[in-house]
């Protein structure tokens, strides 16, 4: 508990000097493709349908009943955002292994499939980045070398092969997760991807809220949450001190995910 509240009092410290700043520098990079979704210069990726299939990620698909579901969760999710007018979203859980990054995988290409939104899907556990293994691709650079000041955000950023869906990975694990999450260069980097194309989702694969002083530090950069619960797993205690966090951070619903 200490170290959650440490990582708060210290993001709100952050914040009262972050401010967004040019993260392109080369004016390349400063405008849309013709479809607004992602810079045009960005690295092309091929989503491999086996592995897709694999990790359970769906909603590519357009004759699996399941996705249904996560056309369901789309609606939900984009019907609130858009009441609130806001446009970034975090995705988190109590604890591990909950259906975070299956939930944030499938949500932005459910989203990707509706031909009014594009979406950025931003790993941001780097505590345990899996977006890329779950989208079966192997980046050469990702969010952790933009924030250790090793790369820039174009040579991380993905276009997938579905339009109008562009993701920023994570390569490997970082010892300093929690540092690099609420550092003032990620929050500059979150209000940057935010007010870059203002019309676009942003989705942030988080690590899990209790046990890892990250998340909470890293909220006040999203404009909304979802909470992630695993059925039958957890705990009513985790759960209630989960939504106690995330009241602060505009909790707009929870999945219940069943990971069996
Ligand atoms: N609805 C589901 N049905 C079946 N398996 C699932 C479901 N959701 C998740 N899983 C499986 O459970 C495991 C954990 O899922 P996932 O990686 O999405 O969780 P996570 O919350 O992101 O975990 P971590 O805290 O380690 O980042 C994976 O093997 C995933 O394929
Ligand atoms: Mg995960």
Redesign the pocket.
């Known amino acids: 508990m200490e170290q959650i509240e440490r990582a708060l009092r210290k993001a709100r410290e952050d914040r009262q000097w972050s401010r967004p700043t040019r993260l392109f520098k080369d004016s390349a990079w400063t405008h849309p493709d013709q479809n607004g979704a992602v810079p045009s210069k960005t690295t092309k990726v091929r989503l491999d349908p086996a592995s897709l299939k694999n ?2 990620v769906i909603a590519g698909q357009i004759h699996d009943p399941l996705i249904d579901l996560y056309r369901s969760l789309r609606a939900q999710v984009l019907q609130t955002l858009a009441q609130i007018g806001k446009t970034s979203l975090g995705i988190t ?1 109590a ?10 995988v499938n949500l932005a290409l459910a989203i990707a499939m509706d031909v009014k939104h594009t979406v950025l899907l931003v790993d941001a ?1 780097l505590r ?1 980045p ?1 977006v890329a293994r ?1 989208l079966g691709i192997n980046p050469a650079l990702g969010l952790s070398d933009y924030l250790t000041g090793e790369a820039e955000i174009p040579d991380c950023l993905l276009r997938a092969d579905k339009e109008r869906l562009s993701i920023l990975p994570a390569r490997s694990h970082v010892g300093n997760s929690a540092e690099l999450l609420t550092s003032p260069r990620m929050m500059q980097l979150a209000a940057e991807l935010k007010a870059r194309y203002p019309d676009r989702i942003v989705i942030y ?1 988080l ?2 809220l209790l046990s890892i002083g990250d998340t909470i530090g890293f909220l006040p950069s999203v404009d909304a949450t979802l909470l ?1 619960v ?1 059925d039958g797993a957890t705990r009513t205690a985790e759960l209630t001190r989960a939504v106690e966090l995330l009241s602060d951070h505009k909790l707009i619903g929870t999945v219940l ?4």
């Open positions: 990790h359970r859980s604890t591990h292994g909950e259906g975070k990054t299956l939930t944030a556990d345990m899996s779950y694969d690590p899990p992630v695993k995910n069943a990971t069996q």
